[in-house]
């Protein structure tokens, strides 16, 4: 009988990088992190109509998650990013 080939801990171990309410600060760091070759995904959460105040009024966040393999590289690729849009980013921290 074969034995299943053991995975690493970290396989489609999904983490959330950053999350942003800004349509073109997420399209800049998507860009950024294509540059530096980090897989990624995106996706998008809506925010309830009572909440919208906390967030100025925002519909919905944009997500980014990566593997969590990548985190290190992923971070160091945001420090690429401009300061302005780096402060409008909600960072997360593992």
């Known amino acids: 009988m074969k034995k299943k080939p053991k995975l690493s801990k970290n396989v489609c171990k999904d983490v959330v990088l950053c999350r942003t309410t800004n349509k073109h ?11 530096q070759s980090v897989a990624f995904s995106k996706s998008f959460k809506p925010i ?4 919208r105040r906390k967030y100025n009024g925002a519909k919905q966040f944009y997500v980014i998650s990566i593997s ?3 985190y290190s590289k992923a ?3 945001l420090t690429l990013l401009g300061e302005r849009d780096l402060s409008r980013l909600w960072l997360n921290v593992i």
């Open 25 to 35: 600060v997420s399209n800049r760091t998507s860009d950024l992190l294509l540059e």
């Open 68 to 70: 969590r393999i990548q």
């Open 75 to 77: 971070r160091h690729a």
């Open 48 to 51: 309830p109509f009572f909440l």
